[in-house]
């Protein structure tokens, strides 16, 4: 069993988002532990890439804060290395191919072994491109999260059954960033996705309020917030730690 | 060769929400591009509307100044729109109402390819979005007006460099919006697979003509055919018919900018490395973090750091050269055409003019070069004129 398994315990999940450097190393680091003590389940650490094109203006403007800070793939790994020298607590990497085939397939995996990185979820390769990484991760005990969007339809299953650590449900159609209201017929992806897996299920894209919380761990086992999160350290820097914790708090009150 | 490859490059590296889409449109491609109808359509689009076929321009003048190879000048500039880009463009549109799409989206970056989807929506009857760089609306004034007049919403695009790479950037994030109406009309030979090759056939035909326009003229093949590369649509196009012509030399011009010696170029095949953006596994100029680098040519329609991915496998199986060519080259090429021939040739084809001027003296009279003039260079003349320093209004 993953470490991943771990943040899909009796309650629902809440994975909470930080891009990583973001607005600097350290504000980073206690807004991670900030998330944590709010509730958070598991924590996903975005490594920047300068043209992220599945994020919106949020998201985006925490990739390019963090690169002029000078964050590298080795700082985030530095990164996740002090993170497990207190806890424990599954942590999955998203990022964009890019940073990671430039840093190498073998050596990247073998140092989100050697740090503890569970797993990782990477916008810009979908399912049929996994499988230049597939043995590599496999290999280094590292998750390989899929994404599965309102469009997928009958790629559902297919996704799904080749799937390792969780389904990251994608709500809606387009980029990252808080939406008001969630259309999509979730409760029927999720179902899809069963059929086909007993990974957990997580939605993510667009969830911000403790409202769509609450109706999202109806229909499936995890909820995942990102810009929410970065926005309030857009907002609050060095204060945003304090923010966080509330905010995670908050959306995990009835889980 | 896996499918969507050359060779290693290619492929579909874009998120999980547009996979089906790009399905839908391989499927649609494979059923309609030999389909008998849609090619009667497109023939007769590019016919009497593009006024294809375009000239094979026997450059006189041009020869005998530089002494060396015969010069020839595929005049892609006398296209509707001024440009290479309407033919991809008329093919990808009808391509998007055969699969019931109502509304086109583009990136461009001099405006060349936005001025002709904007043309094409506006003939066709299809809801237009352009999303073009802040920095180029400005460098470019005039054609984001020209696609106004068009009835096409012109976007600037604030994020990043606010160039042409941000504008395919804003274009995918809109797309993964919206799809269900929407074809995202790709102007280069780049991107995920099938785009790489559907522009490639669309702009084949340039490469198609010219080998027939130049045996007629000639009797025989072209020592070298030449082509400016920022995606590399025009070049792609160019040298598609040639490719089996081993003796026919394939050489792209890249853009310097102020030199692959400076941080300030596009040369992504000279200074660029292995990557993977945009959709594509390709060269792409970049740091060692693989963060992918601001790039700068006076040439909005070059300044791209990427090259697609059929050019980087001509360029690894040593089928094709790249050149890089700086501003200063490319500025005294374009005035050099000006004054010998008296055509004014977009900024791009004038990368393509300036290797040209240094390859041409060096082979023999009895060889030819063809020459693609990829766009004319109505819209380049203030920006030129700002270079020289002189102060015009337009």
Redesign the interface.
Known sequence: MSNIAKAFGNKKAFLGFVTGGDPNMEICEACVFAMIRGGATLIEIGIP???P??E??VI?AAN?RA?AQGT??DKIFDLVKRLRAKTQIPIVFLTY???????GYDAFFAKCAAVGVDGIII???????QGELRGITQANGVDLI????????Q?IAE?ARQASGFIYL?SS???TGTRHAITTDLSKMVRACKAATDLPVAIGFGVHTPQQAQEIRKVADGIIVGSAIVKLVENHRENAPAFIENYVRELTADA | MKTGRFGDFG???????????IHALETAYARYKDDPDFTAELGALLRDYAGRPSLLYYAEKMTKALGGARVYLKREDLNHTGSHKINNVLGQVLLAQRMGKTRVIAETGAGQHGVATATAAALLGMECEIFMGKEDTERQALNVYRMELLGSKVNPVT??TMTL??AV?ET??EW????RDTHYVLGSVMGPHPFPTIVRDFQSVISKEARAQILEREGKLPAAVVACVGGGSNAMGMFYHFIPDAGVRLIGCEAAGRGIDTPQHAASIAKG???????MKSF?C?N?????APVYSISAGLDYPGIGPEHAHLYETGRAEYVPVTDDEAVDAFVFLARTEGIICAIESAHAVAHAIKLIPALSKDDSVILCLSGRGDKDVAAIARYQGVDIHE
Not at chain 2, 11 to 21: A, C, D, R, S, V
Request: net charge negative.
């Open positions: 890439f300068s043209d094109i599945a919106g203006p985006q390019l690169l590298t793939t191919l890019n940073p990671v085939f430039h840093y916008p810009d390769m979908p399912f049929e491109e899929s994404l599965i969007a309102p469009t997928s339809e790629r996704i994608v159609m387009g980029v | 492929g579909q590296y874009i998120p999980e929400t547009l996979m089906n889409e994020s990043g790479k941000d950037n995918m994030r993964v919006r919206r799809t490395t292995l990557g993977v953006f945009h959709g792409f970049q060692d973090q693989g963060q992918i």
